[in-house]
């Protein structure tokens, strides 16, 4: 397998995209959380090119921000390899999922694969990381994750119907032939 110039470009453009969306439009949700609009660049990844990318890019865009955003290792470990979890969850089905000719039953299954992969991603994994990291007992870090898990599932799915229509045009711009 050949690593192309363009594909690792358009890693890294996901990357920042994921960092500047996580930082710049903060929209405050519950008491400390904000609706992180990173999960439409890895949805969007996950949905047009390889599912690996999007997770790649949820995983190392959450490492990213935390470190520039000052947030530290607090939850950091948890949160990135939540996003793995995620990617992997919802890239596996995708193709599947993409053959079914109706776009609004396309974004229905999408979205229950997504409700899935947030819960098991944000919910389970997260919450054992974080267990472990900052010493709190499981179920206290699992109810303490619930917002977290409400929101950025809310975004992923939110996010399936931009993948629909922004499918071609992605496609295009990143796979069209060389000169």
Request: hydrophobic share 55%; proline share 4%.
């Amino acid at each position: 397998m050949l690593v192309k110039t363009r594909d690792i470009t358009f890693l890294a453009a996901g990357i920042a995209l994921f960092v500047a969306l996580s930082m710049c439009l903060r929209v405050p949700v519950f008491e400390n959380y904000y609706l992180c609009l990173g999960y439409v660049v890895m949805t969007v990844y996950i949905w047009c090119f390889k599912w690996y990318e999007g997770a790649v890019i949820g995983c190392l865009g959450v490492i990213l921000y935390c470190i520039i955003g000052g947030l530290g290792f607090n939850g950091m470990p948890g949160w990135a390899v939540g996003n793995l979890v995620i990617g992997l969850i919802i890239g596996l089905p995708i193709k599947r999922i993409k053959k079914i000719e109706r776009k609004p039953m396309q974004v229905l299954a999408a979205a229950v694969v997504a409700v899935i992969a947030a819960f098991a991603g944000i919910l389970i994994v997260k919450s054992l990381i974080d267990s472990f990291v900052v010493g709190q007992p499981f179920p206290v870090r699992f109810v303490k994750n619930t917002t977290s898990f409400v929101s950025d599932a809310f975004m992923i799915v939110v996010s399936l119907p931009v993948c629909v229509l922004v499918e071609k045009y992605a496609q295009k711009a990143r796979y069209k032939e060389e000169p």
